[in-house]
């Protein structure tokens, strides 16, 4: 079962063993044909010797009886003759027979073929009438003298392919062998590699071009290559997204500790230091969570495709942004007309999606600003907007959000910059198209993400 592991053994096997099946069948086949080929060309030598036995009785052979009427033995007699009978009988009378003959008829039939016992053995006979009425004549031959030639006769046959079978043998475990090179090459062009070596496999990697066979697994481990390198960027760039963003929070809170520390006499100073420290915590906080996200967003190849109620999860994500807006008096409307929007995808990501858009546009757009989320149709496809009443992009920052840590100059609300990515990565996975531009309705920034038919 070892050695059946390789799969040049196997296939080895599986040939050799189709070969062995195929010339056993063909040697039934020959032994058959041959057997039935053999006794058509006997029977009919015992017509033809039966034939020139009545010619002779025809040109006269006495009446003899009892040992009078056998033959005797040619001086030289071949190796066969005794396995050979005949008898000339004219009513009851034997008038010859040769010496191996019984001095009964040989058999009971008068005419054509039977297969009979004498003396123990079995005779195949052909039975002819003479030209002279009552004149009998039987021709008869031992079959296991047929069965000796026929036995000689496929020995002959068979034995050139005995020997060409291992010889057919050795061959095959050369073409298999041979077939199978580029398999093996590849095999050690793989293991050569370093780990950090995530090119794809050409061709000449293999020392060849490579067979049709083996074409789509090269194929299949170009592929995930090209995930695992995506992967390991992905990590690299988390890591070193999360050390330059965090960076600056956590020396924010460091340094206002220390000014809480050293305000011991001055309560208001202190306050107000542990308050941007607590507020430096909540920035740190939002900006890792936003980071894992962002990393799990990246893993992820494909959102799940589950059917979801789009104005449900706006509802529910405006619903919790709602108090800290009105704590800047600040308003929240939606506009989804008809009850249920249905969209393929993931309830939980389209959440984030949504979130991420209004809580940008209700910290940039400052004090007293209105948000309009709306649910519309554009032919077939579903149209999420978000847009509000806040100072807007120009042309040329529009273009770069999205970028990791991009923020508008000038900016004043807290941030990372992070939101337009995870926003721009969750529309990914859903097959949706991003836009941005001026809102007519409310002068700011409109945010339109088209969904997939």
């Known amino acids: 079962m ?12 599986l040939v050799l063993a189709g070969v062995t099946a195929v010339w056993l069948a063909a040697a039934a ?20 010797a039966a034939a020139l036995l009545v010619l002779r009785q025809a040109d006269g052979i006495d009446a003899a009886d009892g040992d009078d009427a056998r033959i005797a033995a040619a001086p030289t007699k071949h190796h066969d003759e005794p396995k050979v009978a005949f008898q000339v009988w004219r009513g009851r009378t034997l008038l010859a027979r040769s010496a191996n003959a019984p001095a009964t008829p040989m058999a009971a039939i008068r005419r054509g073929f039977a297969t009979t016992r004498i003396d123990g053995e079995r005779w195949r006979v052909f039975a002819a009438e003479g030209r002279e009425r009552g004149v009998q004549v039987y021709v008869g031959e031992e079959l296991d003298s047929r069965k000796s030639i026929l036995e000689h006769l496929v020995a002959a046959l068979l034995k050139p392919l005995l020997v060409a079978l291992p010889l057919m043998a050795l061959l095959l475990w050369w073409a298999v062998r041979r077939g199978l090179l580029p398999l093996r090459r590849l095999g050690r062009a793989i293991a050569e590699r370093e780990p950090s070596a995530l090119q794809p496999i050409s061709a000449e990697s293999a020392g060849e071009p490579l067979p049709g066979e083996i074409a789509p697994l090269v194929a299949a481990l170009n592929q995930l290559f090209e995930r695992i390198a995506a992967l390991l960027e992905s990590e690299r760039r988390f890591t070193a997204d999360a050390a330059h963003e965090l960076r600056t929070p956590i020396a924010a809170i460091r340094a206002q500790a220390q000014v809480a520390q050293g305000a011991l006499g001055d309560d208001a100073a202190r306050a107000q230091a542990l308050a941007a420290t607590l507020a430096g915590c909540d920035r740190a906080t939002r900006l890792v969570e936003q980071l894992l996200t962002l990393a799990r967003l990246e893993s992820a190849a494909t959102a799940s495709r589950e059917v979801v109620d789009l104005a449900a999860i706006a509802r529910e994500v405006l619903a919790e942004l709602a108090p800290a807006a009105l704590a800047q008096r600040q308003t929240i409307e939606l506009e989804a007309e008809g009850g249920a929007w249905p969209v393929r995808g993931s309830a939980t990501l389209l959440a984030v999606l949504l979130r991420n858009l209004a809580d940008n546009a209700l910290r940039y757009s400052g004090e007293g600003a209105r948000l309009r989320v709306t649910l519309s149709r554009e032919g077939a496809r579903t149209v999420l907007s978000v847009e509000d009443s806040g100072p807007g992009l120009s042309d040329e920052q529009r273009a770069r959000l ?31 198209e991003v836009s941005t531009g001026r809102s007519a309705a409310l002068g700011g920034l409109v945010v339109r993400v088209r969904f997939a038919d």
């Open 29 to 48: 086949v020959t032994w058959h044909e041959a057997r039935e080929e053999l006794d058509d060309l006997l029977d009919g030598h015992l017509a033809q």
């Open 2 to 13: 070892k050695l059946l592991r390789s799969l040049q053994a196997r296939v080895l096997a």
């Open 402 to 432: 999205g970028e990791r840590f991009f923020r508008v100059l000038g900016t004043q609300a807290p941030g990372s910059g992070l939101g337009w990515s995870i926003v721009r990565r969750i529309a990914g996975v859903h097959g949706a």
